[in-house]
């Protein structure tokens, strides 16, 4: 088995062609953390797995095929997909580093890893997406992939896609920017404005892309279009060739909508990220000139007006994080208030608007406007490392 592959409660018995010295002390390894899994990938890429152990232990090894699912309470499951986008934004870095030394990735891992997204994503699609949020600058292309990845099986989840073809836009996402890696990091990173021989070689990453994965074996060929033509406008008026919607596969401008929204709402090195709900206008003004109006209009189904991990005022001039939507009404999300109306750090309490809880001034509650965590200081990441999403907080108003 790939390292790649290996998930929590499994149990080593084996490294095959370890990178020097073994470093456990034991043959065979329980793994009982991330951390475990991040040690063994770290000295090899194969291992041998004690599949008795994991049946004896765990009841099942955990297939998609799964039927059967414990039901878990959000912190528990937060705490599990977390563990899984972690993996498997670790191999995204592993597969642009080699792609960027021109080393050949390995294609089956990418697979099995954008399965384990699928998997999550149909299971609990509210912490996927709350994952989404967690956005570091300085990984901004890994992380973006990465969260392309997700939206797009969000999309296709809304859009009752079957699981093969969920898999296959999930790879889609995944692998749109790779070629970016044969961007010259001078460019790719600069913080100014680029010139016009900058943007020429930047906008040939579709063309680096297509070439990156058609060289890849065992990569799914709807993946070469969109990595050539995300950038492309139903109008005619993108790059890299000027394509207009006849010459567009689904896949493509599926991903060309939510691979727009995530880098509208990401910090980057040249700009800051624009709040959720301009994101979602720049969508809809850009529907059947640039994007599907189809695929706009599904994608703001499926996250909302209020998804998980944005930021937002209160109408008490309080702020709090969405942390789940209501599904009897998705206009009254639950609300983690974290500051009060003077915008001081206070002990987090729960707030759900669907029902009738009234705040400081005695009036109810409601969403002011979504707004930029860091403008208010918040920092999800660094919420996310101090557990606040797997805590048990007070009840506003109870």
């Known amino acids: 088995m790939h390292v790649y592959e290996l998930r929590v ?31 063994i990938q770290a000295v090899c890429d194969y291992v041998y797995i004690d599949v008795k152990f994991q049946k004896d232990h765990t009841g099942a090894i955990p297939t998609r095929s799964t039927e059967a699912r414990k039901q878990l309470s959000f912190a528990r499951s937060f705490e599990q997909t ?7 934004g670790n191999l995204i870095k592993t597969v642009l580093d080699d792609i960027r030394f021109g080393n050949q990735f390995n294609t089956e891992a990418v697979k099995q890893a954008v399965a384990e997204c699928v998997d999550q994503v149909l299971e609990h699609p509210e912490t996927m997406l709350l994952l989404t949020q967690l956005k570091d600058q300085d990984q901004y292309t890994a992380q973006h992939c990465m969260n392309v990845c997700i939206l797009a099986i969000l999309l296709g ?22 070629g970016k890696m044969k961007v010259p990091l001078e460019i790719l990173n600069k913080p100014g404005k680029l010139d016009k021989f900058e943007l020429d070689i930047m906008r040939n990453h579709t063309v680096y892309g297509r070439n990156v994965l058609m060289s890849a ?29 006849s010459a567009l596969s689904d896949f493509t401008k599926m991903v060309a909508v939510v691979d727009t929204y995530d880098a509208m ?31 706009v209009t599904h994608f703001i189904n499926c996250i ?28 009254k999300p639950k609300i983690l208030i974290v500051k009060d109306s003077q915008r001081s750090d206070i002990e987090p309490r729960l707030l759900d608007l669907a029902k009738p809880v009234a705040d400081p001034q005695g009036n109810r509650y409601a969403v002011k406007q979504v707004v930029r ?3 208010y200081r918040l920092d999800l990441n660094e919420y996310y490392r101090d557990g606040l999403f797997v805590k048990d907080y007070a009840i506003a108003g109870a």
Request: hydrophobic share 35%.
């Open 9 to 39: 409660g499994m149990c080593v018995c084996e490294l095959e062609a370890p990178k020097g010295e073994n470093p456990f002390m034991l043959d065979r390894i329980v793994i009982e953390s991330h951390a475990d899994i991040q040690a």
């Open 82 to 88: 977390a563990v899984t986008f972690q993996r498997v």
């Open 157 to 178: 989840r809304e859009l009752k896609y079957s699981l093969e073809d969920l898999n296959k836009i999930g790879f889609c996402g995944l692998m749109h920017d790779v």
């Open 217 to 245: 074996r065992g990569a799914f060929p709807g993946a070469v279009d969109v990595a050539h033509n995300h950038h492309e406008h139903l109008n005619g008026g993108g790059y890299p060739r000027g394509l207009d919607k």
């Open 265 to 295: 709402t990401s910090d980057r090195v040249y700009q800051h990220g624009q709040p959720h709900l301009i994101a979602l206008g720049t969508l809809v003004k850009g529907m059947s000139q640039r994007y599907e109006a189809h695929y």
């Open 304 to 331: 909302g007006f209020y998804p998980q991990g944005n930021a937002v005022e209160l109408s008490s001039g309080e702020i709090g994080i969405v942390v789940e939507q209501n599904k009897a009404d998705r206009l």
């Open 373 to 375: 965590a860091k403008d």
